[in-house]
């Protein structure tokens, strides 16, 4: 390993390198070196990401770009060049390496402790919206095409029906109807992207609160890291996704759907946030859009938990069969209590403006 570190321009010498993190995509390494400054290196994972040099120029883009308009370090990720002044490096298996300097005096954490803490996961992910309101979104490359293209995933649902493997189809009409009831109107932001009406924009994808750095003392959110997943889209499905897994009442593949809602106190609670760090660089479309983010984002994940279900589980890992069918019954009910709390939504939207 210490040849791969050498490839970067470190401080020092390499002293200790070993596995960290819970992450399951990429291999990430804690590095220490004998200057006593310590880096995150990681093998990025290209099963997943088959275009990692388009994946890396994103990530250079934007942490140049917010490193420049932070007054603490700590707040964005900085990148170490390679020792030729690239921002990544290959090695002779071909496999993509990156290093980041670490980030001190912080804590990731794996779920919400209070509601507050959730407040912060508002605040951090607004706050990177709006840090970022300014950039060319258009200059982006996307590292995984058509992500959240609702129409897309909804092509691919109509094909797993036609294939419908080993008869399952039979085996959730129930949820097929229901989605295809919402096609229309799923594709609502894609279409208004296109239009114009919403405005491209920078969007993480993967807005967990253990994508976010909270400083160790004050607990208060500093740096949103893993930035692979960043393309150009819409800040509804940032917004969306939060609300999707960080407002349910329940896991996402609970079998009693009687546990299943969307906790409007959680959604006020994310609401909040979101907005005071977007500070006001929404326009007035996304702000009255927000629940429409939330439920086509939830809508979507639904559709896609369905359409690997029908296909025989060969996107998503699953640990008992028919799990997928439960992930997607999950994401539905909420859809559905979605709807019906939909003017309630709308109204708390309007007070945390």
Request: net charge negative; with cysteine; proline share 2%.
């Amino acid at each position: 390993m210490n040849d791969i570190i050498q490839k970067f321009r470190v401080k020092g010498e390499s002293v200790h390198c070993s596995r960290f993190g819970c992450g399951h995509i990429n291999e990430t390494y804690l590095v220490t070196c004998d200057s006593g400054l310590t880096y995150i290196l990681q093998k990025i994972n290209k099963s997943i990401f088959t275009r990692p040099d388009a994946l890396m120029e994103n990530i250079s883009a934007i942490t140049l770009f917010l490193a420049q308009r932070s007054e603490d370090s700590r707040s964005s990720m900085h990148l170490v060049p390679t020792r030729d002044d690239g921002f990544f490096h290959v090695d002779a298996d071909g496999e993509y390496w990156r290093m980041y300097d670490f980030v001190r005096s912080t804590v990731c954490l794996q779920k919400a402790e209070t509601a507050k803490d959730f407040y912060y996961s508002g605040l951090a992910f607004g706050k990177f919206q709006g840090q970022l309101a300014d950039f060319p979104a258009q200059t982006l490359h996307e590292p995984i095409a058509d992500f959240h293209n609702t129409r897309t995933r909804f092509a691919q649902l109509h094909a797993a029906l036609e294939k419908n493997f080993e008869g399952r189809k039979a085996l959730c009409q129930k949820e097929i109807d229901f989605a295809l009831t919402l096609e229309q109107e799923a594709g609502t932001i894609v279409d208004k992207l296109a239009s114009g009406e919403l405005p491209l924009r920078v969007t993480h994808n993967d807005t967990k609160l253990n994508n976010i750095l909270f400083d160790y003392d004050s607990r208060t959110p500093l740096c949103i890291i893993d930035l692979d997943t960043i393309m150009p889209g819409s800040s509804l499905y940032d917004f969306g996704d939060s609300i999707r897994f960080g407002a349910s009442t329940a896991a996402e593949d609970e079998k009693d759907l009687d546990k299943v809602w969307c906790d409007m106190e959680l959604f006020r609670t994310y609401t909040q946030g979101f907005l005071e760090g977007c500070g006001g660089n929404l326009t007035d479309l996304e702000v009255e859009m927000l629940p429409m983010g939330a439920k086509l984002m939830t809508l979507e994940c639904g559709v896609r938990f369905l359409t690997d279900y029908l296909n025989g589980d060969t996107y998503f890992r699953t640990h008992y069969e028919g799990q997928n069918l439960d992930r997607c019954r999950t994401q539905f009910k909420l859809v559905a209590d979605m709807e019906s709390k939909w003017e309630e939504m709308k109204r708390i939207v309007k007070e945390c403006e």
